[in-house]
């Protein structure tokens, strides 16, 4: 099927490995180093650009060929702003306290690189169904990577997740300490770097 086609595919997978906004563009960085000192809120920021950024990218390939190029920008911006209200309702509504530890977060993803790239460079090029595909692979791109910092930080620096005690009593009876580090903004850096150090090192080796 046309739907499913090799391009397709390729659009979808491209951004999930090769093309990763975040480890090969170095994009969107600021919210991934802000929302992942737990993985709930990772998680949720995650899903949240996820859905954005694929129906954003489909709305605007359904109108790209009626909008004025003067003001392009303007008409991503205000679709984006649309999708980022309802999205900011839909969390007080049914994850009221998720949404608090996102604070502005959620707000800001009006701005997010990776998400007005894909507008600028894909859906205003392509139709509804690849441009959704694109959208969907680099919103779960994003979110693989704020879910890989967010459980590592919160595991080793609250010996938790989702809430849930994971290290046991009895290793903290034989001397373990959570590693404040990993709570701090600092540390997710690090590990931002070390993910996109691994990534290069796997996808880019020198033949």
Not at 7 to 15: A, G, R
Not at 43 to 53: D, E, F, K, P, R
Not at 87 to 103: H, R
Not at 172 to 189: E, R, S
């Amino acid at each position: 099927m046309a739907l499913f086609s090799k391009q397709n595919k390729e659009v979808f997978v491209n951004p999930l490995n090769l093309d990763n906004p975040i480890m090969v563009q170095v994009l969107g960085i600021c919210s991934a180093l802000a929302v992942t000192s737990q993985l709930k809120p990772a998680i949720v920021m995650g899903l949240a650009v996820t859905i954005i950024t694929a129906f954003s990218n489909v709305i605007i390939s359904a109108i790209r060929n009626t909008i004025p190029n003067r003001i392009r920008i303007i008409v991503q911006l205000v679709v984006v702003a649309a999708l980022v209200t309802i999205v900011s309702q839909v969390l007080k509504a049914f994850a009221y306290d998720v949404s608090m530890q996102l604070s502005v977060y959620v707000g800001l993803i009006i701005t997010n690189c990776i998400l007005m790239g894909r507008l600028e460079a894909f859906a205003m090029m392509n139709k509804p169904w690849p441009s959704f595909l694109d959208g969907l692979g680099n919103g779960l791109s994003y979110a693989v990577i704020l879910v890989i910092v967010g459980f590592i930080r919160e595991l080793f620096g609250r010996g938790t997740l989702l809430g849930f005690t994971i290290i046991p009593q009895s290793a903290y009876d034989a001397g373990y300490i959570n590693n404040g580090m990993m709570t701090m903004p600092a540390m997710a850096l690090i590990l931002l770097g070390c993910v996109i150090w691994v990534h290069r090192a796997y996808f880019y080796k020198e033949k």
